[in-house]
Each structure stands twice: as structure tokens, then as C-alpha cells.
């Protein structure tokens, strides 16, 4: 019999679009420093699932075995008293459509677990909800969490317009600029109507905006009231910030009638290097040439669309 994990160890399961894959990867790396193309990522870094668009559960693990007499095993020790519990199997899986358990199957792997822990078993709402899990030929069992899906509250906002970022791109560029949020600043100098503000002051992200637009910032202010957050929202140019910030987050400006000249792109750049230690630039133009001459070094990036509308994340620093 094998024993209760000793170091921190989440198993994460994930879910996206085939357009999506390079953006989700590229959070994943942010995250964790790696990622995984099965659906199933492991590691020993501590993430809410709420925080990302992609993620769907985590499971933080307590016991793991080979087999599944080893998990009854552990799981005698859980002692709830009076609390109740509820046990999920978590359907994603490396196992071959041979050998993957049927629905039959999964609920009786849930109830000969329960009959070992020591509580009251609650389908409907559990003090505790424990989860059990096969990868790479073995089981684990622990914690399990379902994302709530916060940012899909956050689609309808007040002011929009069609080029915006969407509310899931947004949420991971917030997730890609600051993946521990812990004592770290960040800006969005270039904010538009908020997309970005709304969703990295959702995951408490210690973030401020500003745009050169006052007819923007009016939404913006109009965007962070209707969902009840504040911060400081400025308008004025990224020339004048004399702050500095751990991290910035800049969509670059553009709109199919009056696109910023490659000087104003660079001079933009230039500013941004200069109050943040790592920028993630948007933009929908080529424009590693600027960053270079930004004095910038691109360290990770990827593509997103938005129907026939390509954009670069690219990540400086």
C-alpha cells in the first residue's frame, strides 16, 4: 500500500477549442512551466480552477496506488465526524476507449469508496467533495474542485465594441502577465472599454488602467461599476505614467479606420518597457522588428483568432 501524498501535487483537467490550443498552451507554460496536450496536466504549483478559462476541475491529490484496492486502503483514514462528503469520478482519462470505464462502472468505483470514509455521504451538497482519477496506469484520489466559470458573467458587459478582446482571451492574458498574483502590480495602459481590467480585478489582481480616450474611459468606469469593481481607471498618456509595475498588459490600439503609425507603435513599446518588468503585447500586426528595437527580448507567444480576426500574444521581457 502506498501512503498520503508528502509534497503538493494537482492534477488539472482542461477543455478548449482547436482554435484556442496555442493560447491555452501558452497560459499552461505561464502557470506551471510546461503543458500537456492530453487534457490532463500534473504539478505541484497551487491554481484555482476559476482562474482560467480552460480549466474544468482540479483534483489536489492525497493518496495514489497502482491499483484501486490501494485508494480503499488510504481512504479508511478520512475521518469527517459529522460532515458529509461526496465522492467524484473524474471522467478525463489516458485510458484507451477499451479500457475506460462506463457510467455503470464510475458510480460503483464512487460507492465502494464512500463506504470506506467515515462520514455521511450527501449527493446534493457536501461538506466535502473528494475526487478519484486514473492516469498513466495509476489512481489518484483527493480534493476535487469544479470551476465555477466566473468569466462567462463577465461576457455581457455595458459597453462593448466588435474588435474588444473576448472575455476568455482577456481573462488569460490577465492569467499570462501575472500567474501569482501575490504582491504583484500591474497596468493596463492601453485598457479600451476594460475586458482586461474587468477579469484580473475578478481574480484579484492588483491592477490600474489608463487610455488616452476620455470617451473610452467613460465605458471603462461604466464596465468596472456594473460589475462592482474599482481600481485607477486614468485617462492620459503611457508617456506620463512615472510608476513602475511588475507586469503591463498592451492591446495595442487598432481599429479598421486609423490604425497608430509604426513610430507610435514603438514609442508606445519604448514607454511600456519602461514602467513594467514583463509586457505582454496584443497586437494585430507583425511587430517583433519594434520589439526589438523596443529593447525588449520575446520570451513565449502564440495566436488567437476571433472569427477572421488574428491577433499575437507575445510575451517580453
Known amino acids: ?37 492530453s487534457g490532463l496536466l500534473m ?14 476541475e482540479r483534483l489536489e491529490v492525497l493518496y495514489q496506488g497502482e491499483r484501486l484496492e490501494d485508494i ?20 478525463m482519462t489516458d485510458l484507451s476507449k477499451e479500457e475506460k470505464l462506463d457510467f455503470d462502472d464510475q458510480r460503483s468505483v464512487e460507492r465502494e469508496i464512500g463506504m470506506y470514509i467515515e462520514g455521511e455521504a450527501d449527493v446534493r451538497s457536501p461538506d466535502y467533495t473528494f475526487g478519484i482519477l486514473r492516469w498513466g496506469g495509476r489512481w489518484y484520489f ?7 466559470a466566473v468569466w462567462l458573467t463577465q ?15 482577456a ?19 492601453c485598457c479600451g472599454i476594460g475586458t482586461v481590467l474587468v477579469e484580473a480585478l475578478s481574480m484579484n489582481i492588483n491592477i490600474v488602467g489608463r487610455d488616452i480616450n476620455p470617451f473610452v474611459i467613460r465605458g471603462t468606469l461604466e464596465n468596472l461599476a456594473h460589475f462592482e469593481f474599482k481600481t485607477d481607471v486614468v485617462c492620459g498618456d503611457i508617456a506620463d505614467i512615472t510608476s513602475h509595475y511588475d507586469a503591463a498588459v ?19 513599446l519604448k514607454h511600456a518597457r ?7 503585447v496584443i497586437t494585430a500586426d507583425p511587430m517583433d522588428d519594434l520589439i526589438a528595437d523596443a529593447g525588449f527580448n520575446i520570451f513565449d507567444r502564440c495566436t488567437t483568432r476571433k472569427g477572421s480576426f488574428v491577433r499575437q500574444i507575445i510575451v517580453c521581457v
Open 43 to 56: 504539478s505541484e504549483i497551487d491554481v484555482h480552477p476559476d482562474r482560467s478559462p480552460f480549466m474544468r
Open 274 to 280: 519602461r514602467i513594467a518588468s514583463k509586457v505582454i
Open 155 to 169: 461576457i455581457k458587459k455595458p459597453r462593448s465594441y466588435s474588435i474588444a478582446l473576448s472575455t476568455r482571451v
Open 142 to 148: 483527493g480534493n476535487y474542485i469544479k470551476s465555477k
Open 72 to 91: 480503499l486502503e488510504q481512504v479508511r483514514q478520512i475521518e469527517l465526524g459529522d460532515a458529509t462528503f461526496k465522492v467524484i469520478f473524474v471522467k
Open 171 to 189: 481573462r488569460a492574458a490577465a492569467n499570462i502577465a501575472v500567474p501569482q498574483p501575490m504582491g504583484k502590480t500591474a497596468i493596463d495602459p
Open 1 to 37: 500500500m502506498e501512503t498520503r501524498n508528502q509534497t503538493p501535487l494537482y492534477l488539472y483537467t482542461y477543455g478548449y477549442r482547436l482554435e484556442e490550443t496555442e493560447l491555452c498552451h501558452l497560459e499552461m507554460r505561464s502557470f506551471f512551466d510546461k503543458q500537456s496536450d
Open 250 to 268: 498592451v492591446d495595442m490600439p487598432y481599429n479598421h479606420f486609423s490604425r497608430t503609425t509604426p513610430e507610435e507603435q514603438l514609442s508606445l
